[in-house]
């Protein structure tokens, strides 16, 4: 919904992101970068779908929305519209560069 997604709590989790130089304030799911890395963008049929690729990340960023009781992979109607704005964007720099 555009806000935080909530602030890290565990003491262990606070240390070991301080360990390995992350921030240590608001959640922001990055911590090796696997969990971003496995959301790919698939096509079924006449769909198409931002997924993520594996389980291990699957159950990870399921993990994530039952620990902060709030989903957080579901775009927003804000972020879907970015999304389109920059397609759109993008579709016409395109075809305005073969004029």
Do not use: H
């Not at 992350?22 to 997924?51: H, I, P, Y």
């Not at 990340?57 to 109607?77: C, L, M, W």
């Amino acid at each position: 919904n555009g806000g935080k997604i909530g602030k890290y709590k565990s003491k262990s989790c606070i240390k070991k992101r301080s360990e390995n130089g992350r921030q240590t304030g608001n959640v922001d799911l990055e911590f090796t970068g696997s969990l971003r890395d496995s959301m790919q963008v698939v096509k079924a049929g006449d769909e198409v779908f931002l997924a993520i690729i594996n389980s291990t990340d699957y159950v990870k960023a399921k993990g994530q929305e039952s620990r902060g009781k709030k989903p957080i992979f579901i775009p927003s109607d804000d972020e879907r519209r970015d999304v389109e704005n920059y397609l759109s964007d993008l579709i016409s720099e395109r075809v305005l560069s073969y004029f």
